[in-house]
């Protein structure tokens, strides 16, 4: 082992084998991936390798982040209504804190988005009057390297599983995380002028579909607070296996 230097723990991963050494200010990453689909393992300074089903893959680099990303932002405390009438309401809370930082807030209300902010505190419009609502408030940290693809099913689906390439390379098939009935995956390693092809395939009564494919230049952040989004909505009106229905 003498030859990669010495392992460095400090540095995490999305994969249970995985090592980082560190020798004369270069950082060896190592990955398994047990899976029969390409994956990329992502560690908590950022930089990313790209692993082979059921193969072991090795990267070399400084690291994409010089201060890692090791922790999720706190929960924002103290969320309260700070002014109101019949149909808004203004919420106010404390500040998360992060090792890196925070990038946005989102409100849920009743489980469901209503606002992403970077500030701590937000106005809810659309209210009924003499009526209940659970407002939650989550913090969360995006790095100027990664876009959020989303989709979002008119009708709930099962699963919602995202394919896309960067840059022409090896297709990477993920399934997407359900928040409040958007479905979610993270984009990592983008750098000015990278290319993300994609496209979804997602289930809606026991059948599977498909949407056409969608592409995306990477620039910098496109949003007010650091994330670039890609989004997309069921909108085809077909009721045929292999497209989106209506």
């Known amino acids: 082992m003498d030859a990669v230097g010495n392992i460095d723990r400090s540095i995490t991963a999305n994969s249970p084998i995985y090592g ?62 700070a002014t109101k009438t019949a149909s808004t309401i203004t919420l106010e809370w404390e500040a998360s804190t992060d090792n890196v930082g925070v990038t946005e807030y989102i409100v849920y209300k009743d489980g469901a988005q209503a606002a992403k902010i970077n500030a701590t505190s937000a106005t809810i419009t659309g209210l009924n009057a003499a009526t209940t609502y659970s407002f939650t408030v ?10 959020l693809l989303q989709f979002t099913p008119k009708t709930a689906s099962a699963y919602v599983d995202v394919h896309y390439t960067l840059s022409g390379g090896q297709q990477l098939n993920y ?10 995956q993270r984009v990592t390693d983008l750098s000015i002028g990278k290319t993300v092809s994609y496209w979804f395939t997602y289930e809606k009564a026991g059948l599977q579909y498909e949407t056409p494919s969608f592409s995306y230049t990477h620039q910098t952040a496109s949003t007010t607070t650091g994330e670039s989004e890609i989004s997309a909505t069921e909108v085809l009106n077909t009721s045929q296996p292999g497209l989106a229905p209506e």
Request: net charge positive; proline share 6%.
């Open 20 to 81: 980082v050494f560190h020798k004369n200010g270069v950082k060896t990453y190592v990955a398994y991936n047990f899976s029969d689909q390409v994956k990329t393992v992502t560690f908590s300074d950022r930089h990313s390798i790209t692993v082979q089903p059921n193969s072991f893959n090795t990267g070399n680099g400084s690291g994409g982040n010089p201060q890692p990303d090791t922790e999720a932002p706190s929960t924002p405390a103290n969320v309260r209504a």
């Open 138 to 147: 989550k913090a969360r940290f995006i790095s100027d390297r990664e876009a």
């Open 175 to 184: 399934r997407m995380t359900n928040n409040a009935g958007v479905w979610e």
